[in-house]
């Protein structure tokens, strides 16, 4: 069963920051994020995650 704290890391936060004139966009991994979290139904999912956030990224870009 998935822990409600374990739940803050997904999704996880993203920084939103000007560099040189430019947008940048940072955010940690959710196949790495989840290394730290003793979770592994969360462990499972992560790397679906991943692909969808780096969908949202790409969008963005």
Request: net charge positive; charged share 25%; glycine share 2%.
């Amino acid at each position: 069963m998935t822990k409600k704290n374990d739940l803050v890391m997904l999704p996880c936060n993203v920084i939103v920051c000007e560099k040189s004139g430019k947008t940048v966009l940072s955010v940690i991994r959710p196949t790495v994020a989840m290394h730290m979290v003793d979770n592994v139904e969360l462990r499972k999912i992560a790397p679906a995650v991943e692909v969808q956030l780096k969908k949202a990224f790409d969008a963005a870009m």
